[in-house]
């Protein structure tokens, strides 16, 4: 994999913020809650430094990463993603400009997903037509509920992202998402 090939076509003007997602092959650290903590705690101070922003978790063995920051910094994490030895088989789904974040709060979070977040994630990793609205949509969510239960109060939807709790075409059960 090289970075070249990853780049967006970006016409004539350059990019100011862009957004990836990858899924890739854990070979560690995706069914622990300590290890996600420790790759955490080493990817926060980084992604800080470079105003990268995200989200991060892992479903059925694979890894679901939304990063969000300056072009250059997302080549360069690009890179460095590229040679982690906790991972292989990277791949791509997305890159886009963007005028927004989507995790604009988060260097990187890693939610607790509950059952039905975990299968819609599941679902979504077998269709590669699948791209970072989809994904978002349901770790937004998970992100509302931990941050409602952290403080306490009842999760609302992401207002960047509309209505993401459950129905058709979302989070419900026979929906194919």
Request: net charge positive; proline share 6%; with cysteine.
């Amino acid at each position: 994999m090289t970075v070249e090939t990853l780049k967006a076509d970006s016409g004539d003007r350059p990019l100011s913020l862009c957004q990836l997602i990858y899924d890739s092959r854990a070979l560690t650290g995706a069914a622990s809650g300590l290890q996600m903590s420790g790759i955490l705690a080493e990817a926060r101070p980084a992604n800080a430094r470079d105003g990268v922003t995200g989200v991060l978790t892992a479903v059925d063995g694979r890894f679901i990463q939304i990063i969000e920051g300056p072009p250059e910094a997302i080549d360069r994490l690009l890179v460095r993603l590229s040679k982690d030895r906790r991972h292989t088989d990277l791949a791509v789904r997305e890159r886009r400009g963007a005028t927004r974040r989507l995790f604009a709060d988060w260097d990187m979070v890693s939610p607790r997903l509950a059952p039905l977040e975990m299968a819609a994630l599941a679902r979504l990793l077998t269709d590669p037509r699948r791209g970072i609205d989809d994904f978002a949509r349901v770790l937004a969510r998970a992100v509302a509920h931990q941050e409602a239960v952290l403080e306490g109060r009842r999760a609302r939807p992401a207002p960047e992202l509309g209505r993401v709790g459950p129905g058709p075409g979302l989070l419900s059960e026979d929906s194919g998402v």
